[in-house]
């Protein structure tokens, strides 16, 4: 059974503690991406990867990290640093950069 | 940077009647993507336009890329329930990998 997978769903934190989203995808897709989406603001790149151990910030990196140690594997990190960080987070993929994005289920993270 | 905007932001039908979504972007666009997501959901690949020109159909769905390859439409005839949901488009520049999202149309159907 192919695709994105991830975790939780549904994420709660106390201001002030970095939260890791898991993303896994077993379409031996090269690139990977997160999202954030708000209501009425669309989807906002937040990091992509093209290839395995290589990552680019997108246009909304400032308090997130990332790494890309296996191909099957995107971790986003929210730090204490993102000012706000409360949002549905969408990690996709794509068989190779540019091409058609197969997203995951989200995870609707609430900070307070 | 590249700026991709989308009208109208909401769009409210009765059954029926049809429905166009429209793209315009600020810089000239190798290939545009649409994407919907239904309400409580993840968004979902529905095609890609390539060519200056291009029309292509799925069922009810038109969509069409602009000779200039700067906008981009999706129409839908006879809307159903179905059809609810959010519809993105996502350009991609020219030389860049990077899809940029519209804010989306987010439809609602009147039964």
């Known amino acids: 059974d192919g695709g994105i997978t991830q975790s939780p769903k549904y994420l709660f934190r106390k201001e002030g503690q970095n939260v890791t989203l898991s993303c896994e995808q077993n379409?031996?897709?090269?690139?990977m991406y997160w999202y954030r989406q708000d209501p009425g603001q669309g989807l906002r790149l937040i990091y992509y990867s093209q290839i395995v151990n290589d990552f680019q910030k997108g246009d909304i990196a400032e308090g997130y990290s990332v790494s890309r140690e296996k191909k099957e594997s995107f971790p986003l990190t929210v730090t204490s640093a993102q000012k706000n960080p409360t949002a549905f987070y969408l990690c996709?993929?794509?068989?190779?950069?540019?091409?058609?994005?197969?997203f995951g289920p989200g995870t609707r993270l609430t900070v307070t | 940077g590249q700026q991709v905007m989308q009208i109208p932001q909401y769009q409210h039908v009765q059954e029926g009647e049809d429905f166009t979504t429209y793209c315009n972007s600020s810089?000239?666009?190798?290939?545009i993507q649409w994407y919907k997501q239904r309400p409580g959901g993840h968004p979902v690949f529905l095609i890609q336009l390539v060519k200056s020109g291009e029309v292509k159909k799925q069922k009810r769905l038109t969509f069409q890329f602009g000779e200039a390859k700067k906008n981009s439409s999706l129409h839908i005839t006879a809307t159903q329930t179905t059809d609810v949901g959010t519809y993105f488009c996502?350009?991609?520049?020219?030389?860049?990998?990077?899809?940029?999202f519209g804010k989306g149309t987010k439809l609602s159907v009147i039964p």
């Open positions: 810089t000239t666009l190798s290939n």
């Open positions: 996502a350009g991609r520049g020219a030389g860049s990998y990077q899809l940029t």
């Open positions: 996709a993929s794509s068989i190779l950069p540019g091409y058609e994005q197969y």
């Open positions: 379409l031996n897709h090269d690139a």
